[in-house]
């Protein structure tokens, strides 16, 4: 089945850092971008930044509420992409998802709480 | 950044009914880089439109998008009862991507 399964989610104190997956099945993900969405509780959705294929450079794009702060990277051997979070704040807290073309994830529950 | 503004916030139908959604965008999209996204409560958002007009894999022909440069239109034309949920429209046309605030439809 073509799938993608994200983890990672957690509860996470203001300030600290989180690591979420991304595991790709079923399709050659490493041929695609990589894109990260979140939802905060009750709200819409909110782009987070994407990563583009490695024949397309690799490189990353991110919005503006996490530039500086979060960070994607793949790892194609492994079919699986991750969102590096830092500095992690309140406003942070939310279902992220991943996404590729038209494949979404279920999403992972990050809680950032003191 | 391109702003996107969907409207109505909520529209109120009935099954059978012809829903009409729209989005503007505070600057021309560039070959018509427009999804429409269909979300239900505790599920994953789903894409229902892309390149503004093209029906992803497994979408209903009921379901039509239309519209370039700054405004555009999803078109449900014959309301099923598992169409009430919330719909985004979403610009990947830029390095920026952004969404709309999303479209409640829901049953009158």
């Known amino acids: 089945d073509v799938q993608l399964v994200e983890s990672g989610g957690g509860l996470v104190q203001p300030g600290r850092s989180l690591r979420l997956s991304c595991a790709a099945s079923?399709?050659?993900?490493?041929?695609?971008?990589v894109t990260w969405v979140r939802q905060a509780p009750g709200e819409g959705l909110e782009w987070v930044g994407y990563?583009?294929?490695?024949?397309?450079?690799?490189?990353?794009e991110y919005g503006a509420p996490v530039k500086d702060r979060f960070r994607i990277s793949r790892d194609d051997s492994k079919s699986v992409a991750y969102l590096h979070m830092s500095s992690l704040k309140i406003e942070d807290t939310g279902v992220y998802y991943c996404?590729?073309?038209?494949?979404w994830g279920q999403g992972t529950k990050v809680t950032v709480s003191s | 950044e391109i702003v996107l503004t969907q409207f109505p916030a909520t529209l109120s139908l009935s099954p059978g009914e012809r829903a009409t959604l729209s989005c503007r965008a505070t600057?021309?999209?560039?070959?018509?880089?427009i999804a429409w996204y269909q979300q239900k409560p505790g599920q994953s958002p789903r894409l229902l439109i892309y390149?503004?007009?093209s029906r992803a894999t497994g979408i209903p022909d009921r379901f039509s998008g239309s519209g370039s440069g700054t405004d555009f239109t999803l078109t449900v034309s014959r309301l099923e009862p598992e169409d009430f949920a919330m719909y985004y429209c979403?610009?990947?046309?830029?390095?920026?991507?952004?969404f709309g605030q999303g479209t409640r439809l829901d049953i009158k």
């Open positions: 600057q021309s999209v560039s070959d018509n880089y």
């Open positions: 990563i583009r294929s490695e024949a397309k450079g690799g490189t990353a």
């Open positions: 390149g503004a007009s």
């Open positions: 996404s590729i073309e038209d494949i």
């Open positions: 079923g399709f050659p993900s490493g041929d695609y971008a």
């Open positions: 979403q610009q990947y046309d830029r390095s920026q991507i952004t």
